[in-house]
């Protein structure tokens, strides 16, 4: 009889006996060791800040299922691969390299990130950009240039309208398209009789002004600027 170092299988398959097609028991547990030890390698390596950090401005192309989708940004087409859950925010700043478009708290609370829709003022943060095909997205970047600024840009500077600026690119893309919101004739909460279109009094301002936050506090000072920019 045929001596083994193998105990009886009593029933049980024996070792090397073919298991899933062409793995064997001991193949399969061998290469689920290495896939265990790959999988909990890469976490204490990262730790240890051995891997290498992926690029910062990773593209979307590299991302499975992105979508081709054209932007257009400042009367300029953009062809982009975006993943669908992509924002217009994280497309401008991440894809298009617009850093003038401020993300604050990334959940349509401060309006830092506001931009103009075809005219209109909306978050970018809230907007998810495979949805804006054909749309007219205008940022702080095309409202003026240097050497010619838009008249709320330079209210702003007239009227002290920031400290740090952080939320000064959303605050005057909010104004316009507040202006054009109130030169329709849309009312606010603060309106007193909306058969009418009131005037732009600084409570106002304030009220239409209220969807963008500023963190060093200069509403007197926005307010001025864009009272002064109505008035112009
Ligand atoms: S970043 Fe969009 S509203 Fe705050
Ligand atoms: S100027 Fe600093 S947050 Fe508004």
């Known amino acids: 009889m045929k001596k083994t170092c193998d105990p009886p299988s009593n029933g049980r398959p024996e070792k090397d006996a073919p298991l899933f097609g062409k793995f064997s028991r001991r193949s399969f547990l061998t290469q689920l060791g290495a896939a265990g030890l790959a999988a909990t390698a890469a976490p204490i390596a990262n730790a240890?800040?051995?891997a290498e950090a992926p690029p910062r401005a990773e593209t979307s192309q590299e991302v499975p299922g992105a979508v081709a989708v054209t932007l257009r940004v400042n009367g300029k087409d953009h062809q982009l691969m975006l993943e669908p859950r992509v924002t217009l925010l994280d497309a401008l700043r991440e894809n298009l390299q617009m850093f003038g478009t401020k993300k604050g708290c990334d959940h349509g609370q401060c309006g830092a990130c506001t931009v103009l829709l075809?005219?209109?003022r909306v978050n970018a943060c809230l907007?998810?950009?495979?949805?804006?095909?054909?749309?007219d997205i205008t940022t702080i970047e095309g409202l003026g240039a240097e050497n010619a600024l838009h008249p709320l840009?330079?209210?702003f500077i007239a009227h002290d309208g920031f400290q740090c600026g952080y939320c000064t690119?959303?605050?005057?893309c909010s104004a316009v398209g507040m202006l054009a919101e109130a030169g329709a004739g849309w009312p606010s909460l603060v309106?007193?009789?909306?058969?009418t279109s009131p005037p732009l009094t600084d409570r106002e301002i304030a009220e239409r002004m209220s969807g963008n936050l500023c963190r060093c506090a200069c509403y007197p000072h926005i307010v001025d600027a864009v009272e002064a920019a109505a008035r112009s």
Do not use: K
């Not at 690119?169 to 005057?172: D, K, V, W």
């Open 169 to 172: 690119s959303g605050q005057i």
């Open 118 to 120: 075809n005219g209109r």
């Open 191 to 195: 309106t007193d009789d909306v058969a």
């Open 48 to 50: 240890a800040g051995v």
């Open 153 to 155: 840009q330079a209210a």
């Open 127 to 135: 907007c998810l950009a495979v949805m804006l095909e054909g749309d």
